[in-house]
């Protein structure tokens, strides 16, 4: 069963940083390069939104205008797992963040990680 997990999640105050992993673990046919991955936000109240994109090895990310220069999506194949690096954050962070994996042949959500940025 192939799994992803995030982890790092916490409070912090504004302007600080937190580094979130996810873990990918399970895998049998396919492999974590495989897959291109993404970290998603939901706030209270709002839909889920997308952060960050990285492809498969890493050559190319993307990110939502709202973090572009304050967030850092990575990923590490040997380790399987992808991590966003967020800096000078903000109240407006404030959100659970799912990674999310999508392959040719399937799609996972791993279980989010909360994230409140609070003085």
């Known amino acids: 069963q192939v799994r992803f997990v995030e982890s790092g999640g916490g409070l912090v105050q504004p302007g600080g940083s937190l580094r979130l992993s996810c873990a990918a673990s399970?895998?049998?046919?396919?492999?974590?390069?495989?897959?291109?991955m993404s970290w998603y936000r939901q706030a209270p109240g709002k839909e889920r939104e997308l952060v960050a994109t990285?492809?498969?090895?890493?050559?190319?990310?993307n990110y939502a205008d709202s973090i572009k220069g304050r967030f850092t999506i990575s990923r590490d194949n040997v380790k399987n797992t992808v991590y966003l690096q967020m800096n000078s954050l903000k109240p407006e962070d404030t959100a659970v963040y799912y990674c999310?994996?999508?392959?040719?042949?399937?799609?996972?959500w791993g279980q989010g990680t909360q994230v409140t940025v609070s003085s």
């Open positions: 999310k994996a999508v392959s040719h042949w399937d799609t996972y």
């Open positions: 990285i492809t498969n090895f890493g050559g190319s990310t």
């Open positions: 399970g895998f049998t046919v396919s492999t974590f390069s495989s897959y291109a």
